[in-house]
C-alpha cells in the first residue's frame, strides 16, 4: 500500500521547481537552439568539447552544481535517505548512464524536453525508462525483501 507523507508534501516548491525546470529548457532552445538533455549537455562537454560550444554547456553544468549550493545558503537543506550501499549506488549510476546512451538522451531531454515537443521517439523512451524504474521498484522493494 502507498501512501504520502503529508507532512512533507510541498507541492508549491514542485510547482517552482517544475517552472524553473521549464523556463530553463525554454531559453535555452530559444537563445541556444540545443535541447536541456543532462547527458547531452555533459557528454558534449566531456566528448567532442568544442570553443563556442563549451561556455553554455559548462554555465549549465555549474548551474547544476551551484544551484543545491546557493540553496543551502539561504535555507537548510532537506534531510536525504539512501537505502543503498556505495556498490548498488556506483551500479546503478553505471546502468543509468548507458541506458542514456543507448536511448540516446536521458529523462529530462526526453521527458521534459522531448514531450513537451511531442516528439514520438520521447514519448516511447518515456514510457520504457518510466516502466523500467516502475518495474525495478517494484522488485527491488516487493520481492526481494
Same mark, same amino acid.
Given at each position: ?10 507541492? #508549491?516548491? &514542485? @510547482?517552482?521547481?517544475? /517552472?524553473?525546470?521549464? $523556463?530553463?529548457?525554454? %531559453?535555452?532552445? !530559444?537563445? *541556444?537552439? =540545443? +535541447? ?22 559548462? #554555465?549549465? &553544468? @555549474?548551474?547544476?552544481? /551551484?544551484?543545491?549550493? $546557493?540553496?543551502?545558503? %539561504?535555507?537548510? !537543506?532537506? *534531510?536525504? =535517505? +539512501? ?63
Amino acid at each position: 500500500m502507498m501512501t504520502i507523507d503529508w507532512l512533507h508534501f510541498t507541492p #508549491a516548491s &514542485a @510547482l517552482a521547481g517544475g /517552472a524553473l525546470i521549464g $523556463l530553463a529548457a525554454a %531559453l535555452l532552445i !530559444l537563445l *541556444e537552439g =540545443r +535541447i536541456a538533455g543532462i547527458s547531452g549537455i555533459i557528454g558534449g562537454l566531456l566528448h567532442s568539447p568544442s570553443r563556442g560550444d563549451s561556455a553554455w554547456r559548462l #554555465a549549465f &553544468a @555549474l548551474g547544476l552544481v /551551484a544551484a543545491p549550493l $546557493l540553496y543551502r545558503v %539561504l535555507a537548510a !537543506l532537506p *534531510e536525504s =535517505r +539512501i537505502d543503498a550501499g556505495w556498490g548498488t549506488l556506483v551500479v546503478a549510476g553505471a546502468l543509468v548512464g548507458f541506458g542514456s546512451r543507448l536511448g540516446s538522451g536521458c529523462t529530462s531531454g526526453h521527458g521534459v524536453c522531448g514531450l513537451s515537443r511531442l516528439s514520438p521517439r520521447s514519448l516511447v523512451a518515456t514510457l520504457v525508462f518510466m516502466s523500467a524504474g516502475f518495474a525495478t521498484v517494484f522488485v527491488c522493494r516487493h520481492l526481494f525483501v
